[in-house]
């Protein structure tokens, strides 16, 4: 069964970090690109940051310098280090994966608040 199961989002204070986990279980090894979207009240949902199998790094111009992406392949695991927080970063945040075939899975969103 394919199963994307993301964690990590909350309150967050101005200038503060989060890390999202997204675990990936079914076909893994299919797997080739994991990434993170993000999805604002009124807006599309738009890519956040990306990290292909052969580890080619993508990030919106948005977050470039304060995200960080990373993947852990014996853990099934994408993670995203999120520093330098705004109030423009407040959404959901969608796990993504994509295999070799296209295919793509999404995780149910975990969502991150700004707090004043």
């Known amino acids: 069964q394919e199963q994307r199961v993301e964690s990590g989002g909350g309150l967050v204070q101005p200038g503060g970090s989060l890390r999202l986990s997204c675990l990936a279980s079914g076909s893994i090894f299919s797997i080739d690109a994991m990434g993170w979207y993000r999805q604002a009240p009124g807006k599309q949902r738009e890519l956040v940051a990306s990290?292909?199998?052969?580890?080619?790094?993508t990030y919106a111009d948005s977050v470039t310098g304060r995200f960080t992406i990373s993947r852990d392949y014996a853990k099934n695991t994408v993670y995203l280090q999120m520093n330098s927080l705004k109030p423009e970063d407040t959404a959901v945040y969608y796990c993504?994966?994509?295999?070799?075939?296209?295919?793509?899975?999404w995780g149910q969103g975990t969502q991150v608040t700004f707090s004043s």
């Open positions: 990290i292909t199998r052969s580890g080619r790094i």
């Open positions: 993504n994966t994509k295999r070799y075939d296209s295919t793509e899975y």
